[in-house]
């Protein structure tokens, strides 16, 4: 194994046994129950071998052994109430860790923001979010108890055992080893298999999410059956990691199997040896009478057990710490600089945000986005900015919705730090259109509710008039309650842009912040946007993203980025009469 690979195995199990903390009342209690039980199966044990000494040697009769009966059958209840107690346990351990995992991954993929999200595969994130947090269950549930009760319950055992016999005793206690042992030669390879098993389900899962979005494409360009190849060789692929994974933990019960079996065999050869009166050693100078010698050979196999099930659930472990790989890959991206203030910000005046000096660079400062840009967004005053695609136009919006913090400058809304700011209290008066529409799936009146969730009928139908969604909605069979698939399904480009136009509309933010909100629309859906945006604009503060200079010819002035820096700025007739950076990408020479 490559030394990088054992350094990440490590972090895995370190971090696995961290992880263990917040459930150890359950894993306690799951030990506990364990322990109880097999207490319960040397009293099993010490019952049954007393009823057959009792009726094969003594030659008592049914009337003098019931109570015996009745004792063992008592037992037998209790252990498996115990047993299911112990199981539940188990998996309420697996199940709240589970559950808290999914919650910190989730919370730091929503810390990372889009600019993390926009570069991994989902398919990836989903399979990690599912089944790499499931695939810990079992380690939580069954091997960390089951590694304490390997321990206990045998050396519970072996106490009983050693006051008859020494040397069966002893017999045991020297073939304990051999099952840890070669548990642990069968499964040095298996954290790597189900590390390579994990991740060829992530790609799976991606590359599947991949073909089922893109099967439009893929038909029309005539790659189905190609795309059908790939998937049923990647889908083989990951059959046969499976059956390599499946190989290993039956290739590990049944050598564990084997040297039980034989470890149980030398222990009833000795006792049957000592019977046949070929040993007279271990049993301290006395007779071993049949209800030691039943009792012993009873408890052997029960002094296995424990360790039979650890390689059992060894796997678990395996599998477990290769989920966790792929889970730390996620945890250990650095978070970025959020929005995370505190101030519950009110707007009591006039809307003025002021951009001083911001500086942002990704990737460790290697990758500069913005250098030192100022400038100003007053009361209801209407900004594009404009630039190259990189020149550093979407950084500035993920800056004003508090999706980055800048690393150096600062950004001010009416006086305060936005940094201060609680994010909900900022972002509720913000209203944002992107170029790309996402709606869910639902009904139109579902999506365009999410601008204002507890909005009325009335108010929606208001919004989606505005934003010109009855033109389209009023001629479906359903109206605005007309069923919406994943990523706007069923709608057009331009009607699901009139849908998230609907949602800022309902919202009523005196901020408008819009991201190429007509691009790659046709001409009449383009104009239809824009009309909409006309009406939106008004009495809003907006600051616009587009490439498209011929949208922007009234707005109050134009910011000019370029490689992160602001070159110019003034309204549209005064940079196209200055003849610089603006007015050749007017003329298309840039």
């Known amino acids: 194994m490559k030394p990088a690979m054992k350094s990440d195995h490590k972090k895995a199990r370190r971090w696995l046994i961290k992880r263990a903390l917040a459930a150890r009342t359950w894993i306690l209690l799951s030990v506990v129950l364990g322990l109880s ?33 009745a004792i063992l059958a008592g037992v037998i209840s209790l252990r498996s109430v115990l047993g299911w107690a112990r199981e539940t346990a188990g ?94 030669l069968v499964g040095m390879g298996a954290e790597s298999i189900s590390q390579r098993h994990f991740q060829s389900l992530a790609r799976m899962s991606a590359y599947f999410l991949d073909v089922l979005r893109g099967i439009a494409t893929l038909k029309l360009f005539n790659r189905s059956k190609g795309a059908e190849e790939t998937i049923a ?50 049993l ?68 003025h945000i002021q951009l001083e000096d911001v500086h942002l660079a990704f990737d460790g400062g290697q ?46 809304v009416n006086g305060m730090p936005l940094a201060a700011m609680a994010p909900g209290s900022w972002r509720r008066y913000i209203a944002w259109v992107g170029q790309h529409p996402v709606l869910f799936q639902g009904t139109i009146k579902d999506n365009i509710r999410l601008g204002l969730p507890h909005a009325s009928d009335s108010q929606i139908e208001q919004a989606a008039g505005d934003a010109r969604v009855l033109d389209f909605a009023r001629h479906l069979p359903e109206g605005l309650n007309a069923p919406v698939g994943e990523h706007g399904f069923g709608l057009s480009r331009g009607q699901a842009q009139r849908v998230a136009l609907a949602r800022a509309f309902l919202k009523g933010a005196p901020l408008l912040l819009l991201d190429e909100p007509a691009a790659g629309l046709d001409v009449e859906n383009e104009a239809l946007v824009l009309s909409a945006l006309k009406t939106l604009s008004r009495g809003r503060t907006v600051l616009m993203l587009t490439h498209r200079l011929t949208h922007i010819t009234e707005v109050s ?5 370029e490689k992160g820096r602001i070159v110019e700025q003034g309204t549209y007739a005064e940079l196209t009469a200055a003849g610089g950076r603006f007015h050749r990408m007017v003329l298309g020479n840039d």
């Open 284 to 351: 301290y100078g006395q007779s071993l009478s049949l209800a030691a010698g039943l009792f012993i050979l009873l408890l052997a196999p029960d002094f296995y057990l424990p360790l039979r099930e650890l390689g059992t659930h060894y796997h678990a472990r395996a599998g477990a710490v290769g989920a966790a790989e792929e889970i730390l890959k996620i945890l250990a991206v650095p978070r970025v600089k959020t929005l995370n203030g505190v101030h519950q910000w009110v707007k009591a005046a006039p809307l």
């Open 91 to 184: 998996f309420y351990a697996g199940a709240g860790l589970r559950q808290e995992l999914r919650e910190a991954l989730l919370e730091h993929i929503v810390s990372l923001g889009p600019g993390y999200t926009s570069r991994q595969s989902s398919g990836a994130l989903t399979s990690t979010l599912l089944e790499h947090v499931e695939g810990l269950h079992d380690f939580y549930a069954f091997y960390l108890p089951q590694l304490a009760l390997a321990v206990m319950i045998p050396a519970a055992i072996v106490a009983f055992v050693f006051p008859h016999s020494w040397a069966a005793g002893g017999l045991l206690l020297a073939t304990a080893p051999l099952i840890p042992l070669f548990m642990v």
């Open 37 to 69: 039980g097999g207490l319960l199966l040397i009293v099993q044990a010490r019952f049954l071998a007393r009823i057959v000494h009792g009726a094969f040697i003594e030659d008592r009769g049914t009337d003098t052994l019931w109570p015996l009966f």
């Open 367 to 412: 990758r500069p986005a913005l250098r030192g840009v100022s400038f100003e967004l007053r009361e209801e005053e209407q900004v594009a900015l404009v630039g190259a695609s990189g020149a550093g136009k979407s950084t500035t919006l993920n800056l004003l919705l508090g999706f980055l913090l800048p690393d150096k400058g600062e950004i001010k």
């Open 233 to 282: 060789r990647v889908s083989n692929d990951y059959r046969l990691r499976t059956m390599r994974v499946l190989r290993v933990a039956f290739l590990s019960s049944a050598v564990l199997e084997f040297f039980s079996s034989i470890s149980i065999a030398l222990v009833a050869v000795y006792l049957a040896m000592s019977y046949l009166g070929y040993f007279s050693f271990g």
């Open 557 to 561: 002035r134009i910011l000019v980025l």
